[in-house]
């Protein structure tokens, strides 16, 4: 690797040392990344990616999905949601999209130009990037449902193509080899001859508001549905919604949401899903497993 310095002059985009990571999860939690990058643009990551590559490397989107610990990131955290921005209308109804566009974004893009099927996305506070390694989704649809391709850079900076059928897709997981990211995807759409994806969205966004806390810092579902039940009724029926440890609570909204204020640590949320845990298996007998991804150290 080269040092930072010439690493630093080499690049276009944003390289910084000991950054706190709190401004850029939706629990506005955990420690600092080593090295935080954002890249100006796709060569610039590129760059970046190939006199780095015997680091630590950790990509976030918007945070929306991810518990980073109070011991920070070591190695480099790159962050592409203030470039990989842009996107493309084909002529065969074929929309491609840069990882670091916000699913809200692409919702209203799609809806603009009179395409239907993302309408869902609006609502979930993520980049592109961080829904399709989770296969986000809601309201019925999942985000893999509509890709036919995806571009991804590896650790190397070397650049490759694969096709959805490269890929086993599963409720909120997809089988991605660890060294491999996400830069853009290719999504094939319906034009939306009833014109209402606009109403869509109000009623989604609206239907969101009333059952979830959305003004308060989470990280939306903590934990998945067990098969043939809801992480949110088993929570419930145990009387635990606003169960508190330190700054960390379950949302009196909505149980499987855990809010955090301003004195949370990531500790704090770590020990309240364990506790949740804990006692969902004591009464119910079934393990919760989490959605939410835990990154760095404590
Ligand atoms: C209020 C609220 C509501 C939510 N509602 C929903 C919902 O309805 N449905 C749903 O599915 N989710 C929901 N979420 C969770 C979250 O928004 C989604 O999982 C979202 O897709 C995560 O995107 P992100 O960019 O924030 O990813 P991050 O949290 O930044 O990262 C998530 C994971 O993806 C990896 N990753 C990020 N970018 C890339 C990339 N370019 N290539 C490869 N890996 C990458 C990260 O390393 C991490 O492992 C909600 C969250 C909140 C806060």
């Known amino acids: 690797m080269e040092n930072i310095e010439t690493i630093q002059k080499m690049v276009k985009g944003n390289l910084r040392k000991n950054v706190s990571l709190k401004e850029y999860n939706t629990w506005k939690v955990g420690?600092?990344?080593?090295?935080?990058?954002?890249?100006?643009n796709l060569d610039d990551l590129i760059t970046f990616l190939k006199n780095v590559n015997k680091k630590n490397v950790t990509f976030l989107g918007n945070?929306?999905?991810?518990l980073i610990r109070d011991g920070g990131i070591n190695g480099f955290v790159i962050c592409l949601k203030s470039s990989l921005n842009n996107y493309k209308l084909k002529q065969n109804n074929?929309?491609?999209?840069e990882a670091g566009l916000s699913c809200m974004k692409i919702a209203q893009i799609t809806a603009r130009e009179n395409f239907t099927g993302l309408e869902f996305l609006c609502g979930i506070p993520g980049s592109l990037g961080g829904a399709l390694a989770m296969n986000a989704g809601c309201?019925?649809?999942?985000?893999?449902e509509y890709v036919t391709s995806v571009d991804l850079i590896d650790k190397k900076g070397n650049i490759l193509k694969k096709t959805k059928e490269d890929f086993k897709i599963g409720y909120r997981k997809i089988n991605l080899d660890k060294d491999l990211f996400f830069i853009s995807a290719t999504f094939s759409l319906k034009e939306n001859l009833l014109k209402n994806s606009s109403s869509i969205i109000k009623e989604y966004l609206k239907d969101r508001r009333s059952k979830q806390p959305t003004g308060q810092p989470s990280c939306g579902s903590v934990f998945k549905n067990p098969e043939n039940s809801h992480a949110a009724s088993l929570i419930d029926?145990?009387?635990?919604?606003?169960?508190?440890?330190g700054g960390a609570q379950v949302s009196k909204k909505h149980a499987n949401f855990i809010i955090s204020n301003k004195t949370a640590s990531s500790l704090d949320i770590e020990n309240l899903i364990e506790y949740i845990q804990k006692k969902v298996y004591e009464k119910k007998k079934i393990y919760l497993e989490t959605e939410v991804k835990?990154?760095?150290t404590n």
């Open 31 to 40: 420690g600092k990344a080593e090295y935080f990058f954002e890249p100006k």
């Open 63 to 66: 945070g929306s999905n991810v």
């Open 94 to 97: 074929e929309f491609i999209f």
């Open 139 to 144: 309201y019925g649809g999942n985000v893999w």
């Open 237 to 245: 029926s145990l009387g635990l919604k606003e169960y508190k440890i």
């Open 294 to 296: 835990f990154i760095g």
